[in-house]
């Protein structure tokens, strides 16, 4: 009776429109129907409809061929985020950590696949796409997401790993799945992760994860540097130990 009901609340055009306005990212922020509907999974013409609904309501744009999503849509993760006490806690943090040390850092969630930043601090620019709080990228081929991935059980992390085709962002990209695993096993060990330019070209880091005071894993923090300034066997000795006076002060404030 339960199940019954709870699918009978369920508003499916909600979903589906929610699926659809998921399908936009970095790499694809201009798309068509067609485009919407191979990356959603939805029928070509319930991706037109909940595009057109999109924009009449203002969440998109459209040009006649291609739907953008326009600012409006940030009033949905803000309003997400302004009601999570882990942004508001971080956010001075980072502010000291990256002034101390002259370097941009992050602190993201993981959501399935993917890492979500949550709070950043700028000091310069080091990746080519903006980066900002409700900004998306994978985790497996990002320091935070290491961390992250490596804190689940292993079958758990594994089927992330499996469950579609790891893209090859850079030359330098790890996309197998048993070598990811391996330094999942050596983050977990070391507890922080390296990552020598996987995501981008030029960009290394360092991330090491965020436990609350009962000692889960619930976030990571990271610090980017220019791979033209820093070796990546340097990274461990130049940050870790500000980052580990963070994660000690934050362990004692999430509970």
């Known amino acids: 009776m339960e199940a019954a009901l709870l699918e009978r609340d369920i508003m499916g055009g909600l979903a589906k429109g929610l699926l659809a306005i998921e399908t936009f990212t ?3 922020p201009r798309q068509s129907i067609a485009e919407v509907s191979a990356s959603s999974g ?3 013409a319930t991706a037109r409809r909940c595009l ?6 203002g969440y998109a744009d459209y040009d006649g061929k291609y739907f953008t999503l326009t600012p409006r849509v940030l009033r949905l ?3 997400c985020l302004a009601t999570m006490p882990l942004p508001q806690m971080v956010q001075p943090l980072l502010d000291r950590l990256s002034d101390q040390l002259g370097e941009s850092s992050s602190v993201s969630i ?3 696949a993917e890492i979500v930043y949550v709070a950043r601090a700028a000091q310069r620019k080091v990746m080519s796409i903006s980066l900002m709080p409700g900004s998306r990228l994978p985790a497996f081929c990002t320091s935070m997401g290491r961390v992250m991935l490596a804190a689940l059980p292993e079958a758990e992390a594994r089927a992330l790993l499996d469950a579609a085709p790891l ?3 850079t030359r330098h990209t790890r996309t197998e799945p048993g070598a990811i695993m391996a330094e999942l096993a050596l983050a977990r060990q070391r507890g922080f992760a390296l990552i020598d330019q996987e995501v ?3 960009l290394r880091s360092i991330a090491a994860p965020l436990r609350n005071a009962r000692g889960a894993t619930i976030a990571a923090l990271n610090i980017g540097v220019p791979a033209t300034q820093r070796q990546v066997e340097d990274l461990a000795r130049l940050y870790l130990p ?3 006076t963070v994660q000690a002060e934050l362990k004692a404030m999430l509970r």
């Open 42 to 44: 939805l029928d070509r």
């Open 242 to 244: 500000a980052m580990q």
């Open 77 to 79: 993760g803000t309003a």
């Open 167 to 169: 893209a090859q962002r």
């Open 200 to 202: 981008e070209l030029g």
């Open 52 to 57: 057109l609904t999109l924009a009449h309501l």
């Open 110 to 112: 993981l959501d399935g």
């Open 26 to 28: 970095a790499d694809r």
